[in-house]
């Protein structure tokens, strides 16, 4: 028996106290979706699901922190497969996970609760997705290995 079957239902003479409050309420447009931008954000979970493709999935539950926009939350999802490794692979160094193998990722995924993260969200035909920014510093380092290798002679 599942909880909800264990549940004892709830009738519409139990609600109907709060509807005047529900009829006063005003949403102040947090119902809204969260503009495309720059966001500072702290992960609260991270999970893994399967598609309806069957592909296993990661998603990443992030709790806007600001500089606009605190509480409110994004999610971002990546679709496992052999092309989307090395994003994935990038994403989870980003957040400061980094794994010897793949398949250490159940086991080590929650670690990167409370890790704080900057991320770009952006909106397509109707759909967003979230983009993890690598940190200025690691992205100069980055940048710096990549000039000294081009400055290589031979």
Not at 56 to 73: H, N
Not at 105 to 132: C, H, Q
Request: charged share 25%; proline share 5%; glycine share 6%.
């Amino acid at each position: 028996m599942t909880l909800f079957e264990q549940a004892t239902p709830v009738t519409a003479d139990e609600l109907r106290r709060f509807n005047h409050i529900y009829q006063e309420v005003k949403t102040n447009g947090m119902l809204a979706e969260i503009p495309d931008g720059k966001y500072t954000a702290t992960i609260d979970a991270v999970s893994l699901t399967r598609a309806t493709t069957g592909n296993p999935v990661l998603v990443w539950k992030l709790r806007v922190t600001g500089p606009q926009c605190a509480g409110r939350m994004l999610w971002k999802r990546r679709a496992i497969t052999e092309k989307t490794i090395p994003y994935i692979k990038e994403d989870l160094e980003i957040c400061g996970l980094t794994l010897a193998q793949f398949s250490e990722l159940p086991r080590e995924m929650g670690s990167m609760a409370g890790t704080e993260v900057d991320v770009n969200k952006r909106t397509k035909d109707g759909r967003y997705d979230v983009y993890f920014v690598r940190p200025k510093a690691n992205a100069a380092a980055a940048g710096a290995d990549a000039a000294l290798d081009e400055d290589v002679p031979f």
